[in-house]
């Protein structure tokens, strides 16, 4: 008889309907019962393991607990958890709740676990928010190479009761970055000659690609099955949605990158007439969710930006950028122009422009000089920066030394960012998640850290009006 491994996920939720996402033992029907709504799909095998992903179509508004059955027998909701339940928003709310984060590390010594806090306030009566974004790195697959080598760091990191619990119960969609594929993935095109010169790599690629199809992007969006897969190298990995009054872009930051050395790119140019399109349609809140911060820290941003100027001039500086992971938009210096120069255009004191972003395993709130447009860095989930490192970070808010940065950049050729931007507090290093509540014009952002005891406290609050 075939049994529930991993799941049941509640993915995109659009309208009336929302995706059940699941992984059996075996081949299986899947059968999903949320009151009266009760819709099934065969599981489909993808490197021996089996899927399915179910659609819900014409759910009531408000909260319906549902059940999952694998060939008829009721494999979920699992005893000792609460009930599941799926939430369908009215046609006039335009209020919106959206937690987010990036960078959960299972295993070493990073623990508590922000995600796992966050669960076990909900699984304790908290309010369930409308979106949960995962920002990257879900999982670290830098030494996996076969497909069941994911499957099995994906099960290991969404097993956990609280975690199965808060995946079945809260819209999730989700992005990469490196991590679910190979470190500082796609960094450079030195970085990629070296990874394709290695035995196993095309293996390697290929199995991180397929298991973050269908263990993540394939819920991302309605319409895309489990073994449609991307179909090319041109695939757009970017997807949008839409929460009450809130515009949401989710933006590959890896994939789809153009590695030419003098014109290199963080999207190829049919990406970004796409995300162009998408950010000038009308909405009340902007957020633009990247895995890597617009917005560092002045004096690193300052650094990668002279960094890619050197590597252009003297390619072998190319190890030194390497090193340093010197891979943010910063790094990508014609596409941190073109993304300030659209949210300048976009910024025009009406809606509100607020930036997602991971990676960087420290948390912060950067406002700018431009009306209502905000980055917030969260990162991570479970993988807390230590040593010198946090120092550097310190110091590189200091406007002294940011303005030291940008003088030397400018000697070797980098342009001047066209705004400023500040750090509203002191970064947070510990393990963090943040949410983020708009209400009309409001927009509310929390970061919240983890405890010793295992709970969660503010550590970083910035209103938008």
Not at 227 to 247: E, K, M, N
Not at 309 to 317: L, M, N, Q, S
Not at 418 to 439: D, K, V
Request: glycine share 10%.
């Amino acid at each position: 008889m075939a049994e529930l491994v991993l799941g049941p996920m509640l993915r995109r939720v659009d309208g009336d309907t929302a995706l059940i996402w699941a992984q059996t033992d075996e081949p299986a029907v899947v059968s999903v019962i949320a009151g009266d709504v009760v819709a099934s799909a065969p599981t489909v095998e993808v490197g021996g393991h089996h899927f399915a992903l179910v659609a819900l179509e014409g759910l009531p508004v408000g909260s319906t607990a549902y059940q999952v059955r694998v060939d008829g027998v009721e494999v979920w909701p699992k005893p000792g958890l609460p009930p599941s339940v799926i939430s369908i928003r009215g046609a006039g709310d335009a209020d919106a709740v959206i937690a987010f984060g990036s960078c959960r590390r299972v295993g070493g010594d990073h623990a508590p676990d922000a995600l796992i806090a966050y669960a076990e306030r909900l699984l304790a009566g908290g309010a369930v928010p409308d979106l949960l974004i995962f920002l990257g790195d879900q999982i670290y697959a830098d030494h996996a190479q076969t497909f069941a080598d994911y499957a099995r760091l994906y099960r290991t990191a969404w097993s956990p009761d609280e975690v199965r619990w808060l995946l079945s119960t809260v819209p999730t969609v989700m992005i990469f970055d490196d991590h679910e594929i190979a470190d500082d993935w796609n960094s450079s095109a030195s970085w990629l000659a070296d990874e394709e010169a290695k035995p196993g790599w095309a293996e390697h690629l290929a199995a991180g690609m397929s298991s973050y199809w269908v263990f993540q992007h394939a819920g991302n969006q309605l319409g895309t099955g489990l073994d449609d897969g991307p179909g090319g190298s041109a695939y757009r990995w970017s997807y949008s949605l839409t929460v009450g009054a809130t515009r949401v872009i989710v933006l590959d930051n890896r994939a789809g990158r153009v590695l030419t050395p003098g014109a290199r790119a963080m999207l190829a140019p049919q990406d970004w007439e796409w995300f162009e399109a998408e950010a000038e349609r009308p909405s009340a809140h902007l957020v633009i969710a990247c895995s890597l911060p617009w917005l560092l820290a002045p004096m690193v941003h300052h650094g990668e930006g002279a960094w890619e100027r050197i590597c252009d001039r003297w390619p072998r500086a190319e190890g030194i950028r390497r090193y340093f992971d010197l891979e943010h938009w910063a790094a990508l210096g014609d596409s941190f122009r073109d993304l300030t120069a659209l949210i300048r255009r976009l910024a025009d004191g009406e809606r509100s422009v607020i930036v997602l972003g991971g990676d960087v395993h420290h948390s912060y709130v950067a406002r700018t000089d431009l009306p209502r447009v905000v980055q917030v860095v969260c990162s991570g989930f479970r993988n807390r920066l230590d040593g010198p490192q946090r120092h550097l970070l310190r110091i590189g808010w200091w406007r002294p030394l940011g303005s030291l940065a940008g003088f030397v950049a400018r000697l070797v050729g980098a342009h001047p960012p066209e705004l400023s931007w500040w750090a509203t507090g002191r970064p947070w290093f510990g393990n963090a998640i943040g949410t983020l509540a708009t209400s009309g014009r409001a927009a509310e952002i929390a970061i919240e850290g983890t405890e010793p005891s295992g709970g969660l406290f503010l550590v970083a609050r910035e209103s938008v009006q």
